[in-house]
């Protein structure tokens, strides 16, 4: 069966900080992966998504950036923290054709002092 | 574009009672639809989804769904809430594509 990975599963950081989270997926090949933040009472906000090794895309234009080093880890990173970025950092997968819903981790949650 | 709206930011129920959670979405052809739900500080969980066929979907811990085209909807139901189920509930379109469409989610409050 497949399962998937986050850690740290809470954080907290100082702004101006550098930020590394780890999502990885077992039991799965090729899977498209998404990073998306929940802000405290709203929904969820997609940040990155990748279809493939080395494909990532964008949604929302801010400091963080995604990698994806190997087919099943999907990385989210900073190299400055802002406040604006505390929150829930989901990472989830899905199957090639999206058909299936998506399955998404425990959530890491992030507090930027 | 494809958009989910819920309208209810909160529902509160009485243990025991019935349960309707609505999901409205706009989408120019037969989507996929589905729902999640969200217990505190945890992930989200996939409850059920519809593709196609019986418009009547069954889902995990007694919930259930019904897609109606005419109203554009995908609302949630369960006969009888336990005290479990309070959490947030989210509806989500998507069009056979990778990026579905995620309303702003409802959050259940369950009375004793």
């Known amino acids: 069966s497949q399962t998937i990975h986050q850690w740290p599963a809470t954080l907290v950081q100082p702004v101006g900080s550098p930020l590394s989270l780890e999502c990885t997926v077992e039991g799965t090949s090729n899977p498209n992966l998404y990073w998306y933040r929940q802000a405290a009472g709203r929904g969820l906000q997609l940040l990155f998504y990748s279809v493939g090794i080395g494909q990532i895309s964008s949604e929302v234009p801010q400091n963080l950036s995604a990698s994806r080093p190997q087919d099943r880890q999907f990385i989210l990173s900073s190299k400055k923290l802002l406040l604006s970025d505390s929150g829930f950092y989901l990472c989830a997968w899905s199957v090639l054709a999206g058909e299936g819903g998506q399955f998404f981790g425990p959530g890491t949650r992030l507090t930027v002092l | 574009a494809q958009s989910v709206t819920q309208p209810d930011i909160h529902i509160t129920v009485s243990e025991g009672a019935s349960l309707e959670l609505r999901c409205n979405y706009s989408?120019?052809?037969?989507?996929?639809l589905f729902w999640y739900v969200q217990s505190p500080g945890q992930g989200l969980q996939l409850l059920l989804k519809?593709?196609?066929?019986?418009?009547l979907v069954q889902g995990i811990k007694g919930f259930e769904a019904e897609f109606k085209r005419s109203q554009s909807s995908f609302n949630l139901r369960k006969p009888s809430v336990h005290w479990s189920d309070a959490a947030e509930y989210f509806c989500?379109?998507?069009?056979?594509?990778?990026?579905?469409?995620f309303g702003r989610g409802t959050s259940l409050i369950v009375h004793p």
């Open positions: 989408y120019g052809a037969t989507p996929y």
């Open positions: 519809y593709f196609s066929g019986d418009t």
């Open positions: 989500a379109v998507g069009e056979g594509s990778y990026i579905p469409t």
